[in-house]
């Protein structure tokens, strides 16, 4: 069983930056990518940034390219998603995920990040 458990959302002017962590436990055996997703109200569940279970960056999306900087300190168990130059546009519900090879994603309970004008 893989938990996940997300912090360091708030509220933050634009042109700020946060760090959201996510601190991972349980057997991760058969995941194969860790990632942060995220979710604006009446919208659905995006693909912020990935990296392999080793720490590799895999995939960015375009929007966040060049703000957003995702990895992971291994003796912690856990990973960040370094955000900076935050846009309003970036407000949402910020979910940590696992992805398994086989069966459903795993996912954290989320922390919401706004940013202000």
């Known amino acids: 069983q893989v938990q996940l458990v997300e912090s360091g959302g708030g509220l933050v002017q634009a042109g700020g930056s946060l760090t959201l962590s996510c601190a991972y436990s349980g057997n991760f055996f058969g995941i194969v990518s860790l990632g942060w997703f995220r979710q604006a109200p009446g919208n659905q569940r995006d693909m912020v940034a990935q990296?392999?279970?080793?720490?590799?960056?895999?995939n960015y999306s375009e929007s966040v390219k060049g703000r957003f900087t995702i990895s992971k300190d291994s003796a912690k168990d856990t990973m960040y998603l370094q955000m900076s130059n935050l846009k309003s546009e970036d407000t949402a519900m910020y979910y940590c995920n696992a992805r398994p090879k086989w069966g459903p994603d795993k996912w954290g309970q989320g922390t919401q990040v706004t940013v202000s004008p």
């Open positions: 990296m392999t279970k080793s720490g590799e960056p895999i």
